[in-house]
């Protein structure tokens, strides 16, 4: 199978990873791809939100499976764009249609859809420009933290919890008068604050059937013990330690069951990923976010657990025989640490000559921000790598990743040393 997969992070440097080992691989390009997936297929300069040469690279490459990895073309419609035009009916592609992705690309839509679902969430309201005076006497009903959340896409930083009354008014004023996240905050939504754990769970679904994948817990917070600013993730682990049989019972029959359902029920052509952003209450499950792929740095750690192949789970996903395919997972830990540039992830640099990637032999180091210049590679964005191990134990696995990190080196290099440290 010839193969084009979009987007250019870890995650898709993990994705690429994992799709070269299988046996019905022909050819697999990456667009643009980074200095880490060129070890596995070829890199193509490619804008992923100009469809029309995205179709053209497709007809001349007589590319037969595009999978999309990041949320951008998903909410722009690649999907839709692709099922229209009669040249790449023919063309599996692996991601929702925007209907899907409006899942992630809107979270007063998400909020409606587990309310029309019955899905467990936050009690929530939903505000814009025209009444911002009803979203401050929202503010002024409820209890801190106070949570704000940008309704459209906002890479990872449209979320702010904050624990004073007059600073969140400020912070709904910023968004929707002075455009702090620009388009992505022209609606914002208000949230009660859940007090709980965090988890991430993933499905890879067919728009029917769905199976179910190795579950991961991340870390957003730049600074060690979830202190400073939210970043795309520091780090995650897998197997999730309190995520036991019990509670994903409950995830399964109040949460990946239902959404689902909804999915068909609402006629929503959806083959691809589902990520649930997940928070621990007392045991309970509530939804905290949708994502229309899978995440990033979890994929880093949930993709390679997966033993099945992972063309052919894909394959099933595209020909609605998903229900067919098996998939398996591998019982080790996996953790993963994110190597990323300092200042982030407000101003950084990039261009930094990275050392000592070829010395690390006990871990699998998966590019997100690099670039290549002739040999040497290079940072190219604020998080610059993921150290992934395995280990029998969640504590093995750690220690092998931080073994990795200190063969590694660039200037103003940073990474968090507690990752894990909260569940072992």
């Not at 499976?65 to 599996?92: H, N, T, W, Y």
């Not at 540039?341 to 101003?347: D, E, I, L, T, V």
Request: hydrophobic share 40%; aromatic share 8%.
């Amino acid at each position: 199978m010839r193969v084009l997969l979009i987007g250019s992070g870890g995650r898709e440097s993990a994705i690429s990873w994992k799709i070269s080992q299988s046996s019905m691989l022909e050819a697999l390009f990456i667009a643009p791809g980074n200095a880490g997936t060129k070890q596995f297929g070829k890199n193509i300069a490619l804008n992923v939100t100009d469809f029309e040469a995205v179709k053209s690279f497709v007809i001349e490459q007589k590319i037969e499976m595009v999978i999309v990895g990041p949320e951008e073309p998903l909410v722009l419609g690649i999907a839709d764009f692709f099922k229209k035009d009669p040249q790449l009916r023919s063309v599996s592609l692996i991601g929702p249609t925007q209907a899907g992705a409006a899942l992630e690309g809107s979270k007063t839509f998400a909020k409606e859809f587990m309310q029309r679902h019955k899905i467990p969430t936050a009690k929530y309201g939903s505000f814009t420009l025209a009444t911002l005076r009803e979203g401050i006497a929202f503010l002024r009903s409820m209890k801190a933290p106070y949570v704000l959340k940008a309704d459209g896409l906002a890479a990872g930083k449209g979320v702010l919890i904050l624990d004073d009354l007059k600073t969140a008014e400020d912070e709904l004023t910023q968004i929707l008068l002075d455009e702090k996240f620009g388009a992505a905050g022209q609606k914002v939504v208000i949230e009660q604050f859940l007090k709980g754990i965090e988890l991430s769970v993933f499905v890879v679904t067919d728009g029917i059937s769905f199976k179910l994948l190795p579950e991961a817990k991340d870390y957003k917070r730049i600074g060690e013990e979830d202190q400073g600013e939210n970043t795309g993730g520091m780090g995650a682990i897998s197997p999730v330690p309190f995520a036991n049989a019990a509670f994903m019972d409950k995830v399964l029959n109040q949460v990946i069951i239902p959404t689902v359902k909804g999915i068909k029920k609402e006629q929503i052509d959806y083959r691809g990923f589902i990520f649930f952003g997940l928070i621990n209450v007392k045991g309970d499950p509530y939804v905290i976010e949708y994502n229309c792929r899978m995440g990033d740095p979890e994929s880093e750690v949930v993709i390679p657990r997966i033993k099945s192949d992972l063309l052919d789970l894909l394959e099933g996903v595209a020909t609605k025989t998903l229900s067919e395919r098996d998939v398996q997972f591998a019982e080790h830990s996996a953790a993963t640490v994110m190597m990323v540039s300092g200042g982030y992830p407000a101003a950084y640099q990039s261009g930094k000559i990275i050392y000592g990637l070829n010395s690390v032999t006990d871990a699998l180091v998966f590019h997100a921000g690099t670039t290549a210049d002739g040999p040497q590679v290079l940072t190219n964005g604020g998080r610059v790598l993921a150290v992934t191990s395995f280990g029998k134990t969640l504590k093995q696995a750690l220690d092998r990743s931080y073994a990795g990190i200190s063969k590694i080196s660039f200037e103003n290099a940073y990474f968090r040393r507690d990752i894990g440290k909260d569940v072992l």
